[in-house]
């Protein structure tokens, strides 16, 4: 959500499902040629454990090898050609992507963060922060990547036909000085004036409170053109796209109470004023 990212090394790691599409037409050219996992391994004396692990995307087929068994099974150089085309790791992993298609289509968003700015309300100094603060650490190319696709998404919001967007962001958030004290004013400036937005809702929860809906963690619902509504959550390394109506409905009563808890506008704008003149 606000974190939204994708582990990436410094040297290019390649796709995981592509290794195994690979290994997939390697089976075909190995059947079709009349070998089983252990006649082709004799051939290259490399073992059938070792055919049958890169068939399964379990072991990389190396570009040697590959041509190898190009010219053996005469496939034109097929295999070769799809371990050059191979892609990498994307910086946005698989599990977000789903999520990332359905916020760009959503016709209305309901979020509630605790952790940092909601991703579609982030400053790009601010995203740059959130980027430089992950363990392990990105390289600077890696960071204005993702800084740029997080910017992106905002136009969403600015769209001829916006999605109707309520956020509810637990104050917490907004005491920490994430990236220091410039980028904090200008977040907390640019949330006031998204405030001010038509068809946009910003909500402050404020700290003190002695009851909490949102202690679960953050949360988003989606709404598709095709009024499907759908529930978003983020662990540290997953995710979970909710489309179950009942479960969907219990996410939305969460949401629901948390807005009943936090500021109303007039208050969150009264708030954000009062961050920005404690400078």
């Known amino acids: 959500m606000g974190t939204t990212t994708g582990p990436r090394s410094r040297h290019a790691r390649r796709n995981a499902s592509a290794m195994r599409m690979v290994g997939a037409l390697l089976a075909v050219f190995r059947t079709a040629a009349g070998y089983t996992q252990r006649s082709l391994g004799d051939e290259f004396v490399i073992g059938e454990e070792?055919?049958?692990?890169?068939?399964?995307?379990?072991?990389?087929?190396?570009?040697?090898?590959?041509?190898?068994?190009?010219?053996?099974?005469?496939?034109?150089?097929?295999?070769?050609?799809a371990l050059r085309h191979l892609p990498e790791v994307d910086l946005v992993p698989q599990w977000a992507e789903e999520y990332l298609d359905r916020e760009q289509e959503a016709v209305a968003i309901s979020w509630y963060e605790s952790l940092v700015v909601p991703g579609l309300l982030q400053t790009e100094g601010y995203a740059r922060a959130?980027?430089?603060?992950?363990?392990?650490?990105?390289?600077?190319?890696?960071?204005?990547?993702?800084?740029?696709?997080?910017?992106?998404?905002?136009?969403?919001?600015?769209?001829?036909?916006?999605?109707?967007?309520s956020f509810v962001i637990w104050e917490a958030v907004l005491r920490?000085?994430?990236?220091?004290?410039?980028?904090?004013?200008?977040?907390?400036?640019?949330?006031?004036?998204?405030?001010?937005?038509?068809?946009?809702?910003?909500?402050?929860?404020?700290?003190?409170?002695?009851?909490?809906?949102?202690?679960?963690?953050?949360?988003?619902?989606?709404?598709?053109?095709?009024?499907?509504?759908?529930?978003y959550s983020e662990?540290?390394?997953?995710?979970?796209?909710?489309?179950?109506?009942?479960?969907?409905?219990?996410?939305?009563?969460?949401?629901?109470?948390?807005?009943?808890q936090a500021l109303n506008e007039e208050d969150t704008r009264a708030l954000l004023d009062r961050l920005l003149g404690e400078r």
């Open 50 to 81: 070792t055919i049958a692990s890169i068939e399964q995307g379990r072991r990389r087929l190396k570009p040697d090898l590959a041509e190898q068994l190009d010219d053996f099974l005469d496939t034109k150089g097929a295999l070769s050609a």
């Open 235 to 260: 662990t540290q390394r997953g995710s979970t796209l909710i489309a179950d109506p009942d479960e969907v409905g219990i996410v939305a009563q969460k949401y629901a109470m948390l807005r009943t």
């Open 176 to 231: 920490d000085r994430l990236g220091g004290e410039d980028v904090y004013a200008d977040q907390v400036r640019h949330l006031r004036e998204y405030s001010e937005l038509p068809g946009i809702t910003v909500q402050i929860l404020p700290l003190g409170r002695t009851s909490h809906a949102g202690l679960e963690g953050p949360l988003v619902l989606l709404e598709t053109p095709e009024h499907q509504r759908l529930a």
């Open 130 to 165: 959130v980027f430089r603060n992950r363990v392990p650490l990105y390289d600077e190319e890696e960071i204005e990547q993702l800084v740029a696709k997080r910017i992106e998404r905002r136009d969403i919001l600015h769209r001829k036909a916006p999605p109707m967007a």
